[in-house]
């Protein structure tokens, strides 16, 4: 049973910093792909950045002011958030692609709030 765990998320205000955390498990070869995703009230989720192949890609919105990264045993993701703005508000989810079943797993979320 693969399971993601996000944490890191907070309220932070205008121009702040966050660093989101995704804990993995269960999973028995790992992932192709890990990303972020966002949702905002009344919008649809949107790709933030994702990581595969040892290439990285970020949304318009976040390119210069979010930094995606893993760790050496390729089990966690992590999204460091820089120059925060309000439009950054919303809830943040892991997602990774399982490299065995390429089943395609959500965290939980965690919130990001940027307010003054």
């Known amino acids: 049973q693969v399971q993601l765990v996000e944490s890191g998320g907070g309220l932070v205000q205008p121009g702040g910093s966050l660093r989101l955390s995704c804990t993995t498990s269960?999973?028995?070869?790992?992932?192709?792909?890990m990303g972020w995703y966002r949702q905002a009230p009344g919008k649809e989720r949107e790709l933030v950045a994702v990581t595969s192949g040892g290439s990285t890609n970020y949304a318009d919105s976040v390119k210069g002011r979010f930094t995606i990264s893993g760790n050496s045993a390729r089990n966690a993701v992590y999204l460091q958030m820089n120059s925060l703005k309000p439009e950054d508000t919303a809830v943040y989810y892991c997602?990774?692609?399982?490299?065995?079943?390429?089943?395609?797993?959500w965290g939980q979320g965690t919130q990001v709030t940027v307010s003054s």
């Open positions: 997602n990774a692609v399982d490299k065995l079943t390429a089943a395609n797993v």
């Open positions: 269960g999973s028995i070869f790992g992932f192709n792909a």
